[in-house]
């Protein structure tokens, strides 16, 4: 509920304080007098967007205050929550706007977005003219509308589930169709590397154990001559027959030497046996480098092949064998891709089936719903002087979304036989205004946690047709809270609250004040709003009707 509001310096107030309370809380004043402003006024602290110029002629700046109660419940609280804002059971919203066009806000005095006012707003308030474009003439709002009234919230969340999981389903499906095509699109190439590498089937080190046979292989015939040489001259031909052939002498004269050849024999028993080591590996050497000419171009050709295969792919050889592994990985992934794509498809099929259920069931939800609409809606316009008139809630099949697969939209036709369209169109100003009382009234329960304000609402009705307007206008403060800015007599004497805004001119400037009636004050006001400016007995006679009836 709105308390509290307070205005400094905005057009033409330099300020102003209103304490509003629950009920049926009126607004009047001559044509001019700044009621419009009151309201600009409170669309500014709520973030509206509205007019440019608001600051006060001759003012640095304007400021705007509201304070509004907050019950424990009230869906304002998770707002504040959400953007980290202190959550009490009283909300002050305070914005200034200087000369030079800057905007700053507060929440319960700590810094906040406009956009966290609009949407604070969403939940506080509703204004609702002959123009309101968020109601009755935006054929957009008119399914959430019908969703309200019809209390399908979790109706409609279900098929919001249902319409994400279509969604996440169709995504993978798309996304492993496109893995396939792009795998499909180098099926050939895949094909042929995987076979060229299987047939080659390098192995780990084989590279590097290649390199070092070739250069080996590549460095014999240069050094084997060398070594065959040193073969022979360490064989029987060389130093070790003639190491034996002195061992033996040596070994003939021992005897007669009285011991001297001991030593001499036995060193050269050790060189003998040296010699035949090195000859042996000298040997074993040759042995080693004995090959086939056809072993190194076989070598060779093999080492070309491995080292070609990488650079053809841009990798190190030792690496090929991974690379066989990946691209034999992808060719699996193309031949199962059309396993998984058919699965996925079914699993999208499958999650449209749930959406489509739950749609069928949200329309026929919504069908009934319209059907109650419909009769609640006749049943209010027959007090508003609209018993001919009729209301029609039409629900057509729409695209699938989110919200379903219908559109819906509110169509009348004011008289019998006359053709029904949109209200926009077929609806006069005053029947434009009660139609969207009427709706009103239809959705108050959902609605009683909002400040309902209607600017003019009954501009162009009159007599017992204005009287109904404000029967409805109390009916519905009846649940919370109402502000009603009016020209008729007949709504303003039903107030439960009344204010009278009137302009005045102190020391060359025009400003508008705003003040609280009582009784004889309020009979006067109405008088004044039934015969003019000169206020008879007559009209305060009928005024005070009016109040009493």
């Known amino acids: 509920m709105l308390r509290g509001l307070d205005i400094r310096d905005m057009l033409i107030i330099d300020r102003l304080e209103l304490s509003f309370q629950p009920g049926l809380n009126v607004l009047t004043g001559e044509t001019g007098a700044g009621k419009s402003i009151l309201l600009d006024s409170l669309g500014f602290v709520l973030g509206w967007r509205g007019r440019a110029e608001l600051v006060r002629a001759g003012a640095a700046q304007g400021e705007v205050q509201a304070v509004f109660d907050l019950p424990a419940d009230h869906p304002a609280r998770a707002i504040l929550r959400d953007a980290g804002l202190p959550e009490e059971d009283e909300l002050i919203l305070r914005r200034i706007n200087t000369s030079d066009g800057r905007k700053t806000a507060w929440v319960n005095?700590?810094?906040?977005?406009?956009?966290?006012?609009?949407?604070?707003?969403?939940?506080?308030?509703?204004?609702?003219?002959?123009?309101?474009?968020?109601?009755?003439l935006n054929p957009r709002g008119h399914r959430d509308l019908l969703d309200e009234f019809g209390k399908l919230s979790g109706h409609r969340d279900k098929v919001r589930a249902a319409w994400r999981a279509v969604a996440e389903k169709r995504k993978a499906l798309d996304l492993a169709q496109a893995a396939l095509e792009k795998v499909r699109a180098e099926e050939e190439f895949l094909r042929h590397a995987v076979a060229e590498l299987d047939s080659l089937d390098p192995q780990p080190g084989e590279e590097d154990e290649l390199d070092a046979r070739r250069r080996l292989m590549q460095g014999a015939e240069r050094i084997r001559e060398d070594i065959n040489k040193a073969a022979q001259a360490l064989g029987s031909d060389g130093a070790e027959?003639?190491?034996?052939?002195?061992?033996?002498?040596?070994?003939?004269?021992?005897?007669?030497?009285?011991?001297q050849?001991?030593?001499?024999?036995?060193?050269?028993?050790?060189?003998?046996?040296?010699?035949?080591?090195?000859?042996?590996?000298?040997?074993?050497?040759?042995?080693?480098?004995?090959?086939?000419?056809?072993?190194?171009e076989q070598t060779e050709e093999r080492l070309f092949a491995i080292r070609a295969l990488a650079r053809k792919h841009d990798i190190v050889p030792t690496e090929l064998g991974a690379l066989a592994d990946d691209l034999r990985g992808k060719l699996w992934a193309l031949d199962q891709g059309d396993a998984d794509v058919r699965v996925l498809r079914q699993v999208l099929t499958d999650a449209e089936a749930v959406y489509d259920a739950s749609a069928q069931a949200l329309s026929a939800a919504r069908t009934k719903?319209?059907?109650?609409?419909?009769?609640?809606?006749?049943?209010?316009?027959?007090?508003?002087?609209?018993?001919?008139?009729?209301?029609?809630?039409?629900?057509?099949?729409?695209?699938?979304?989110?919200?379903?697969?219908?559109?819906?939209?509110?169509?009348?036709?004011t008289n019998p036989g006359a053709p029904s369209g949109p209200l926009a169109r077929i609806a006069s100003g005053g029947e434009l205004s009660r139609f969207l009382l009427a709706l009103k009234v239809?959705?108050?329960?959902?609605?009683?946690?909002?400040?309902?304000?209607?600017?003019?609402?009954?501009?162009?009705?009159?007599?017992?047709?204005?009287?109904?307007?404000?029967?409805?206008?109390?009916?519905?403060?009846?649940?919370?809270?109402?502000?009603?800015?009016?020209?008729s007599p007949q709504v303003a004497a039903l107030a439960a609250h009344h204010w009278r805004v009137e302009k005045r001119v102190s020391q060359d400037q025009t400003l508008s004040t705003v003040t609280e009636l009582r009784e004889s004050a309020r009979v006067d006001e109405i008088a004044r709003m039934l015969s003019g400016d000169t206020i008879t007995p007559e009209a305060r006679s009928a005024a005070q009707a009016l109040m009493g009836g």
């Open 442 to 487: 239809c959705l108050t329960g959902a609605n009683s946690g909002l400040t309902l304000i209607f600017d003019e609402i009954d501009r162009g009705v009159g007599g017992a047709t204005a009287d109904a307007v404000g029967r409805r206008l109390s009916q519905l403060a009846g649940a919370g809270q109402v502000l009603v800015v009016t020209h």
């Open 241 to 259: 027959g003639r190491a034996g052939d002195a061992l033996r002498w040596l070994e003939d004269a021992a005897d007669k030497a009285d011991g």
């Open 261 to 296: 050849l001991d030593e001499p024999i036995a060193a050269l028993g050790r060189a003998l046996v040296e010699l035949d080591e090195a000859a042996s590996g000298v040997t074993r050497c040759l042995e080693t480098l004995s090959f086939d000419p056809l072993e190194l």
């Open 369 to 413: 719903a319209a059907k109650r609409l419909d009769k609640a809606m006749m049943a209010e316009l027959a007090p508003l002087k609209m018993d001919r008139a009729i209301f029609e809630t039409t629900i057509a099949e729409a695209e699938p979304g989110p919200s379903g697969c219908d559109d819906v939209s509110f169509t009348v036709a």
């Open 109 to 136: 005095d700590r810094r906040c977005s406009g956009e966290v006012l609009r949407r604070l707003s969403e939940t506080l308030l509703e204004l609702h003219g002959q123009h309101d474009d968020r109601g009755l």
